[in-house]
């Protein structure tokens, strides 16, 4: 099985910017792995921020951008706010539609 | 409002058996694959088995494959899962997720 990896944890001071990635043990994360990224703050459940590599829903801020980069895929946080300290994991998707989760990023926004 | 809410969850013996179900609600739960994904204890994030719109194709973790099932009504908006065989290492919070939707989770603990 695929092995999917990210930063353990970054730190980004508030109204920095940070971007995150998600690689893949397979090779190159492409869009063809429609990647999503999911936040999650302590003790609630996740929620979907971008799906299908840079696509956002109407409750995703404006300050979260999702691309290919360097053969991954990355979440870029611009103008970091306190809001955002908090879990992110991304999500690839492989042939026989079976998914695989990153091990997370703890963000601290200090 | 769009919700999914699990239930379920409870405290079962290794070797046990339990169903978990999800009632949708606010959105075309059958224009979506379905997912149940799982969280152990101070972990993250696992995803575990999903299902097509029309339940014709099912793919599970290899942990699970063969001692749990994964099942929708798309007339009744729900989505299942039957665990058997429960083991130790099944002990997590166990979310459904569909078209980028959450819901809050039911726990589900196997201890003896």
């Known amino acids: 099985q695929a092995v999917v990896t990210q930063e353990p944890s970054l730190t980004v001071s508030p109204g920095g910017t940070v971007t995150l990635t998600c690689g893949s043990s397979?090779?190159?994360?492409?869009?063809?792995?429609?990647p999503y990224w999911f936040q999650q703050k302590p003790g609630q459940a996740p929620t979907t921020l971008i799906y299908?590599?840079?696509n956002k829903h109407s409750w995703t801020p404006a300050r979260f951008s999702g691309s290919l980069l360097g053969g991954k895929a990355a979440l870029t946080l611009s103008g970091a706010q306190p809001e955002d300290e908090a879990d992110y994991y991304c999500?690839?998707?492989?042939?026989?539609?079976?998914?695989?989760f990153g091990g997370g990023t703890k963000l601290t926004v200090l | 409002e769009v919700q999914l809410v699990e239930s379920g969850g409870d405290l079962v013996q290794p070797g046990g058996s339990l169903r978990l179900s999800c009632a949708a609600s606010?959105?075309?739960?059958?224009?979506?694959?379905m997912n149940w994904v799982r969280q152990a204890p101070g972990k993250g994030l696992e995803w575990v088995a999903n299902?097509?719109?029309?339940?014709?194709?099912?793919y599970y973790v290899d942990s699970v494959r063969g001692r749990f099932s994964i099942s929708r009504d798309n007339a009744e908006n729900s989505l299942y899962f039957q665990m058997n065989s429960l083991r130790v290492e099944d002990t997590a919070v166990y979310y459904c997720m569909g078209c980028s939707r959450w819901g809050q989770g039911t726990l589900v603990t196997v201890s003896s």
């Open positions: 397979t090779g190159a994360v492409t869009s063809g792995h429609y």
């Open positions: 606010g959105f075309t739960f059958s224009g979506c694959w």
């Open positions: 999500l690839l998707s492989y042939s026989g539609d079976r998914e695989v």
């Open positions: 299902i097509k719109q029309d339940g014709s194709e099912k």
């Open positions: 299908d590599t840079s």
